[in-house]
């Protein structure tokens, strides 16, 4: 908690969270970064009830160092297959097999996803020209794939 109390502090001072942009991700810029996954977790909205997976990944090399990006893959149902998608694909990035079954509900996705906290990946952040971002998981071999489709 000595952290989140040196985070308050640094952003009171000067009444500084008034300016601050709490989208520290946007900042960085789009590309490659090496990510370690730190959490992923089924978050729900009390003003709407709509559902998404928060993946937090921090980023392990590079003047991002340390940094963490907070990537949200949601289940409204105009984005519910992009998003199984996405999993899946993340899944299967971190070398596991697709086990359809985990898909029955959303606890079993959030108990299924636990398994890929731990590892490590690339992170591709690109912004569209219409300003949104779009985030893929990859691993070394789909990396060094994708560089020899460029």
Do not use: H
Not at 73 to 85: A, G, N
């Amino acid at each position: 908690m000595d952290d989140l109390l040196a985070l308050a502090s640094e952003l009171a001072e000067n009444n500084n969270y008034k300016t601050a942009d709490n989208n520290y991700e946007e900042k960085k810029p789009d590309g490659l970064y090496s990510v370690l996954i730190e959490s992923i977790k089924l978050r729900t909205s009390e003003n709407t009830g709509n559902q998404w997976f928060n993946i937090v990944a921090k980023v392990l090399e590079g003047d991002y160092a340390e940094e963490k990006f907070y990537v949200s893959y949601f289940l409204t149902e105009k984005m519910v297959k992009r998003t199984l998608s996405k999993l899946m694909k993340l899944i299967n990035s971190c070398g596991y097999d697709i086990d359809v079954a985990m898909f029955s509900d959303v606890e079993s996705i959030e108990q299924g996803l636990q398994e890929l906290v731990g590892n490590s990946l690339y992170l591709e952040k690109k912004t569209s020209k219409k300003g949104f971002i779009d985030y893929s998981f990859m691993n070394e071999e789909e990396l060094s794939e994708m560089e020899e489709e460029d």
